[in-house]
């Protein structure tokens, strides 16, 4: 089995920042590409960021200049920091990865149970 599990949300004002992190445990071989999503209140899910187990990296328009992806492979550990935080970026964060099952070898798509951002003065 494996795990994710984001932390690093909280409540921010306006032009704050924050970094999550995302750590993956359990019966890992290998971690693809990894990624963070949100989902504001009311709406759907939606990209954030991915990045690649060679570290390219993709992001939304509305993230794009105020979010920095990064991992550590060594660490299993993935984080998402967060600066210029603007009321609507208020959402529940989710992680995402693509993992190759240790024991059976067979890759399957994991996210952890999210955390919570909002920005509010």
């Known amino acids: 089995q494996v795990q994710l599990v984001e932390s690093g949300g909280g409540l921010v004002q306006p032009g704050g920042s924050l970094r999550l992190s995302c750590a993956a445990s359990g019966s890992i071989l290998r971690i693809y590409t990894m990624g963070w999503y949100r989902q504001p209140p009311g709406k759907q899910r939606e990209l954030v960021a991915t990045i690649t187990d060679g570290g390219s990296t993709n992001y939304a328009d509305s993230v794009k200049g105020r979010f920095t992806i990064s991992r550590d492979n060594a660490k299993n550990t993935m984080f998402l920091q967060i600066d210029s935080l603007k009321p609507e970026d208020t959402a529940v964060y989710y992680c995402?990865?693509?993992?190759?099952?240790?024991?059976?070898?067979?890759?399957?798509?994991?996210w952890g149970q999210g955390t919570q951002v909002t920005v509010s003065s």
């Open positions: 995402n990865a693509a993992v190759v099952n240790r024991g059976s070898l067979n890759s399957g798509d994991y």
